[in-house]
């Protein structure tokens, strides 16, 4: 079992519907949750943090974190064309503060 | 600007020939990372540093050094690199106690033959 998994897609939306991205992990004791955006040919970039259970919201972002179930989601509400991406998540576990552990991605497709 | 640099960001090699693939944070940040990242098989980290001469072994460390002698810069070395080390590699770094929200720069694409 992977430590962190991700459904690889594509994820298929229409222009303005919500896109909900999910992942579970497998380290009950992991404490801190990332999502990461990555475009084609680019570099990683932090769009979420969440550390407490429940929801966070950011813009048109939405980290949902459940740590009895070992599930953190990514809601995209208002989906554009421009979020069509990667979007990876990555939880810091067992091993400690100095490692982060990413899954393999789930490619959003948006379409107008 | 803040931002993370590396280079080369594209590299050919052949097998059996060393290398270093420089990284350069701006931000002052005290921890640095290398990851490499592969299909299906997502980022996998390779080495950190939590400060200066103080590095430790990521998930995926054959094959690879590092060092950290000044705060700014964390260089990878391939002492002698084989195929199976094409990969596009990250460098990382973060101002938060240790691998929380980083910073990655653009990448570098490698490829041994």
């Known amino acids: 079992q992977k430590e962190v998994e991700q459904n690889s897609g594509p994820l298929s939306v229409p222009e303005g519907a919500i896109a909900s991205l999910n992942c579970t992990y497998s380290?009950?004791?992991?404490?801190?949750f990332f999502w990461y955006r990555q475009y084609s040919g680019k570099s990683p970039e932090l769009i979420m943090s969440i550390y407490s259970n429940g929801d966070k919201e950011d813009g048109r972002f939405t980290a949902q974190l459940n740590k009895a179930s070992q599930y953190v989601s990514l809601l995209i509400r208002d989906s554009q064309p421009s979020d069509s991406a990667t979007y990876l998540c990555a939880v810091i576990g067992s091993g400690g503060y100095n490692k982060l552990i990413f899954g393999a991605g789930t490619r959003l497709a948006v379409h107008p | 600007e803040a931002q993370v640099t590396q280079n080369p960001r594209y590299l050919i090699t052949v097998t059996g020939k060393k290398l270093t693939v420089t990284c350069s944070q701006n931000m002052n940040h005290e921890y640095m990372s290398w990851y490499r990242q592969d299909p299906g098989l997502g980022l996998r980290q390779i080495y950190y540093s939590m400060n200066v001469e103080v590095t430790d072994k990521g998930d995926v460390p054959e094959g690879y050094k590092v060092s950290r002698k000044e705060k700014r810069n964390f260089p990878l070395i391939l002492e002698s690199p084989s195929p199976n080390q094409t990969s596009l590699y990250f460098c990382a770094s973060s101002s938060d106690r240790g691998a929380s929200e980083q910073y990655f720069g653009p990448g570098t694409r490698l490829t041994v033959t």
């Open positions: 380290d009950r004791v992991s404490q801190s």
